[in-house]
C-alpha cells in the first residue's frame, strides 16, 4: 500500500464532497443555524410557559383557620409568605367558590380545585385534623404545574397550622419538630463536579450521535452514491489497490466525522452559553451550572478520534452492500438501533468503567469521557489503554471487513432484486448446495436467538423438561436446517470421523483447561452479578435433583445441540465465505452472545475460539462434543458440594500448571494444518460419486 496513492484518493473524495453544497450544509451550517434556533425557541417557550397565570379554585374558604393564614386580604392570592421566590405569587390566582367541580378542572376553567370539608374548621379548632382534597388533571402540563405547586404551598401551610397550635398549647414551635436536619451545604462535592455529572451524562451521548451521523451519509455517498454515479468502475480500473481506495475513502469518511463533531458540539455548546447568560442569575447560582473544564474538553476532542475512527469503518463497510444512495439511508436506523443501547448503558446506575466494559464498544468511549467529566483522572488513566486498544481494533477489523467486500465484485456491481418468496423457498429446497452458505448460517444463528427470546417466559420448572426444551428449540431447528437445505447434512453439520492428534489435544485440553476456569469464572460473576431472582430460580430448578439429571440436562444435551448449532451448521456456513479463522472468531462471538448473561457471554466466547479450533483441526464435531460434554460435566460436579467448597478455586501452583499446560496444547493444535473444509470436502465426494 503506497502511501501516495491513499493520498490522491483521500483527496479526491474530500473535493467531490466539498463540492456537494449539501454536504458543507449539513456540516457547517446546520450546526450553526440550527442550535441556536432551537434554543431561542425553547428559551421563549420556557419563558411563556412559566409567565402563564394558573388559576386555583377553593371550596369552602371558610373553613380556613384565622390563626394560620392560606390566603392574602383579598383572597385572591395566597399567601406570600408561603412562597420561596415571593415573585411566583403572581402567577397563581385563587377564585374561591362553593360551586366549583371536578367538571370544572376536566373543562380547564381552573387548572386545580382544593376542596375543604364541610367541618374541616371546628375538626382543626377541637385538635383534630383540617381535612381537605386537591384534585387536577393529570393529563395537562398546566394542571400538573398547578397541583405540585400547590401541595408545596399546603406543605409549607401545614407548618404554619402546626406552630399555631404549638402556641395556643403554650408550646415552643421546635415541640412538634424533635427533629433537625440542615440540608444547607450537605452536598459536598465541588460544583464541577455536580455540573460533571450532567455533562458526563449528556457528552457521551452527543458526541456518539454526532460521530455516527457525520460518519454516515459521507460513507452512503462516497459508496452508495459513487455506484450510482457510474464512477465507481472508472475508480475500480486504477492502478490503486483495493486496499488504497478504501483506505482513502476512509480518511475522507473520519475527517467529516471529526468534523462534523467539531461542529455540532461548538455550536451547540455556544448555544448553552448564549441560553445561561438570558437565564436569571439567581437561577445559574441555584442549579450551579458551569461549563466543563478545559481539560474535560481536551479529552473529549481526543477521544472523539478513536470512536470517529470506528464509526466511520463501520459505517464504509454497511455502505458497500447498497445498491444506490436510498438504500443506503435506510440502514441508518438499524445502526441507530444497535449503537444507541450501547450508549444508554452508561446512563444506567451502578455502569461503573471497569475491565469488562473497557472492551465493549461505544459503551468503552462513553464510559471513559464520563470519568473525564467527573475528574476522576486518576481511574480513567488507568483504562485509557483498554479503551483505545480495542477501539482502535474494531476499526481495524471492520476495515480490513471493507477491503474484503471491495473486493467481491458481486457485491460492488450487485443488481435491483424483487424478492419472491414461494419462488426464493423452492430454490432452497430444490437447489441445494452441499453445506450452507453464509446467509444460511446467519438465518440459523437468528432463528436460534429468536426461538431463545421468545421461549424465555415459557421455561419450564422441571429440570428434566429444560433438556426437552434444548432439543426442540436449538438442537432439532439445525438438524431440520440441515436436512432441507443442504444436499449433504452429515457433512454440513460436521459429523465426520475425527483425525486423531486433534482429539487427543481436545480431550488432555478440557482437563487443564478446567483448573483455570474453576477460579476464572467465579471473578466473572463477582465482576457481573446477575439477578437474584436468577439465582433462586436456578436453585429451585436444581432442588431434589439427582446428580445424574444435573450431568444430562447441563452437559450432555446441551453439548450435543450446541455444538450442532455453533461448531456445526454456522461454523460451516461461515467457513465458506470467511475461511476458517474469521469463521472460528464470529461463530465464537455468536455463540457467546447466545448466552445472554454477562459472565457466561465472556466464557462461552473464549471457549467458543477453542471449540472452533479443535473442529477445524480435526474435521468433525464430535471431539468438541467431547470436549464441552467433560467440560460442562466437570463444572457441575465441583460446583455440587457445599458452598465455599463449591465456589472456591484450585490453589494457585495448579491453575498456573493448567494455564501453561492448556496454553500448550491448544497452541499445537491450533498449529496442526485446518482439515479439508466442509463445502470442499462435500464438493470432492460429489465428484468422486458422479465420476
Known amino acids: ?47 411563556n410557559f412559566g409567565a402563564q397565570t394558573r388559576r386555583i379554585g377553593i371550596v369552602g374558604v371558610d373553613q380556613i383557620p384565622a390563626s394560620a393564614p392560606l390566603l392574602n386580604a383579598q383572597r385572591d392570592r395566597f399567601n406570600v409568605e408561603l412562597f420561596r421566590d415571593p415573585d411566583s405569587q403572581a402567577n397563581y390566582v385563587v377564585i374561591p367558590r362553593d360551586d366549583w367541580s371536578e367538571s370544572d378542572v376536566m ?59 404549638m402556641r395556643q398549647l403554650g408550646r415552643p414551635d421546635e415541640f412538634a419538630q424533635p427533629l433537625e436536619i440542615e ?32 460518519a454516515f451519509y459521507p460513507a452512503v455517498d462516497l459508496c452508495a452514491g459513487e455506484k450510482e454515479r457510474g464512477t465507481m468502475e472508472t475508480l475500480l480500473i486504477t492502478p490503486a489497490s483495493r486496499g488504497e481506495i478504501v483506505t482513502g475513502k476512509f480518511l475522507a469518511i473520519f475527517l467529516f466525522s471529526v468534523a462534523t463533531s467539531i461542529f455540532n458540539l461548538g455550536s451547540l455548546g455556544l448555544t448553552l452559553g448564549q441560553i445561561s447568560m438570558l437565564v436569571p442569575e439567581t437561577a445559574r447560582n441555584a442549579a450551579e451550572f458551569t461549563a466543563p473544564s478545559l481539560v474535560a474538553i481536551l479529552w473529549m476532542l481526543v477521544l472523539m478520534l478513536p470512536l470517529a475512527a470506528f464509526f466511520s469503518a463501520i459505517c464504509m463497510a ?83 471487513f471493507a477491503i474484503e467486500q471491495f473486493n467481491r465484485e458481486e457485491v460492488l456491481f450487485r443488481e435491483a432484486e424483487r424478492l419472491d418468496l414461494g419462488l426464493w423457498i423452492r430454490h432452497l429446497l430444490r437447489d441445494k448446495e452441499a453445506t450452507p452458505t453464509n446467509a444460511e448460517a446467519w438465518s440459523c444463528f437468528f432463528l436460534l436467538l429468536l426461538l431463545r427470546w421468545y421461549s424465555q417466559g415459557h421455561l419450564p420448572s422441571n429440570l428434566m423438561a429444560q433438556a426437552v426444551y434444548q432439543l426442540a428449540f436449538i438442537g432439532f431447528p439445525v438438524v431440520m ?56 430460580q436456578l436453585s429451585v430448578l436444581l432442588q431434589g435433583n439427582s446428580t445424574l439429571s444435573k450431568l ?131 464438493e470432492n465426494q460429489t465428484a468422486a460419486n458422479a465420476g
Open 183 to 214: 440540608e444547607e451545604d450537605s452536598d459536598i462535592s465541588p460544583p464541577a463536579a455536580r455540573s460533571g455529572t450532567v455533562w458526563g451524562k449528556a457528552v457521551p451521548f452527543l458526541l456518539v450521535m454526532m460521530a455516527l451521523t457525520g
Open 552 to 682: 444430562i440436562v447441563f452437559a450432555v444435551v446441551p453439548a450435543i445441540c450446541e455444538e450442532l448449532a455453533f461448531r456445526g451448521f454456522i461454523l460451516s456456513g461461515l467457513e465458506r465465505r470467511h475461511g476458517p479463522w474469521m469463521a472460528i472468531l464470529i461463530s465464537s462471538i455468536l455463540f457467546g452472545a447466545f448466552h445472554i448473561v454477562t459472565p457466561q457471554v465472556i466464557n462461552a466466547t473464549m471457549l467458543g475460539v477453542v471449540l472452533g479450533i479443535i473442529v477445524t483441526r480435526s474435521g468433525s464435531i464430535w471431539p468438541a462434543i467431547g470436549f464441552h460434554m467433560l467440560h460442562n460435566g466437570m463444572m457441575v460436579l465441583s460446583s455440587s458440594g457445599d458452598g465455599a467448597e463449591a465456589a472456591a478455586g484450585y490453589s494457585l501452583p495448579l491453575v498456573v500448571l493448567g494455564s501453561l499446560a492448556s496454553a500448550m496444547l491448544i497452541g499445537y493444535c491450533a498449529t496442526l494444518p485446518c482439515r479439508l473444509p466442509r463445502h470442499a470436502d462435500a
Open 107 to 165: 373543562s380547564g376553567k381552573i387548572d386545580a380545585l382544593i376542596i375543604f370539608a364541610s367541618d374541616a374548621k371546628r375538626d382543626y379548632e377541637e385538635g383534630g385534623r383540617l381535612r381537605l382534597r386537591v384534585l387536577h388533571n393529570g393529563t395537562d402540563d398546566d394542571s400538573e404545574l398547578a397541583y405540585r405547586v400547590t401541595l408545596s404551598l399546603l406543605e409549607t401551610w401545614e407548618e404554619d397550622l402546626v406552630a399555631a397550635r
Open 318 to 400: 454497511i455502505s458497500v452492500f447498497a445498491r444506490s444512495t436510498k438504500e443506503g439511508q435506510y440502514y441508518l436506523m438499524p445502526m441507530f438501533v444497535i449503537v444507541m443501547p450501547l450508549v444508554f448503558l452508561t446512563l444506567v446506575p451502578g455502569v461503573e468503567l471497569n475491565f469488562a466494559y473497557s472492551l465493549l464498544p461505544v459503551t468503552n468511549v462513553a464510559l471513559l469521557l464520563r470519568t473525564l467529566m467527573l475528574n476522576q483522572y486518576e481511574v480513567a488513566m488507568t483504562y485509557l489503554f483498554l479503551v483505545l486498544v480495542p477501539t482502535l481494533l474494531y476499526s481495524v477489523l471492520a476495515l480490513r
Open 1 to 47: 500500500m503506497e502511501a501516495r496513492t491513499v493520498k490522491l484518493i483521500f483527496l479526491r473524495e474530500v473535493r467531490d464532497q466539498l463540492r456537494d453544497r449539501r454536504t458543507l450544509f449539513m456540516i457547517v451550517l446546520l450546526p450553526v443555524l440550527l442550535y441556536p434556533t432551537l434554543g431561542l425557541g425553547l428559551v421563549q417557550l420556557t419563558l
Open 481 to 536: 436446517m440441515g436436512m432441507l437445505l443442504t444436499s449433504r447434512p452429515a457433512i454440513s453439520l460436521g459429523l465426520r470421523r475425527p483425525l486423531l492428534l486433534p482429539t487427543l489435544l481436545a480431550f488432555g485440553a478440557v482437563f487443564s483447561l478446567h483448573l483455570v476456569e474453576k477460579s476464572f469464572v467465579p471473578v466473572l460473576y463477582r465482576l457481573f452479578p446477575i439477578p437474584d431472582e436468577v439465582v433462586v
